[in-house]
């Protein structure tokens, strides 16, 4: 062994660091990353700043509410079309325009009511998971309790305690499926 191996062999982590940086400055532009199970890209500041906004939780709530709009304004649009509301004239005496306005309150309650709901179910579930530091059923069942015992807090006690069961079990059934 020369005085070169014994030298090399004595390196530290930190003399090393200080070896491929200087100053906080690559010395090497192109870092070769070893292939093991496929490329994996190294992602830039931009797109970790854009992944970092995607999985925030405001992002999220909002996403979710945006999405809940417009399906509960589908489903207003076709409760609307299937079951219209009588009491209000005649059928025969009813107009076009006293149906469309049917319609857009039944689609603007529908897509409130789930737009609500989606809203507090991201929120509630993003703010487990941040605190839980965990992603698994467990978010989703809790958020499902929580958000259907707040909605059904509005019919009453029993409301809420039927509904965060409910929207519990289904939020874990869903999480089920979808995870399986």
Excluded at 1 to 20: C, G, H, I, K, R
Excluded at 119 to 126: G, H, I, L
Excluded at 155 to 161: C, E, P
């Amino acid at each position: 062994m020369n005085s070169e191996d014994s030298q090399n062999s004595n390196l530290t982590f930190a003399d090393l660091t200080t070896a491929v940086l200087q100053d906080g400055i690559k010395k090497r532009q192109s870092v070769f990353i070893p292939v093991i199970f496929g490329r994996q890209e190294v992602k830039s500041a931009d797109e970790k700043r854009v992944e970092a906004f995607m999985e925030s939780c405001a992002f999220k709530t909002v996403l979710s509410g945006v999405a809940g709009y417009a399906l509960g304004a589908a489903i207003g649009l076709f409760s609307a079309s299937v079951g219209p509301d009588l009491s209000v004239t005649e059928p025969e005496k009813q107009t076009v325009k006293q149906i469309l306005r049917e319609m857009r309150g039944k689609m603007a309650t529908h897509a409130k009511n789930f737009a609500i709901l989606g809203a507090m179910f991201a929120a509630t579930e993003c703010t487990i998971e941040s605190y839980r530091a965990k992603s698994d059923w467990k978010n989703g069942t809790l958020a499902g309790g929580v958000t259907g015992g707040l909605i059904g807090l509005r019919a009453g006690l029993k409301g809420g305690i039927f509904g965060a069961a409910g929207f519990a079990v289904f939020s874990t059934i869903i999480d089920y499926y979808f995870n399986r």
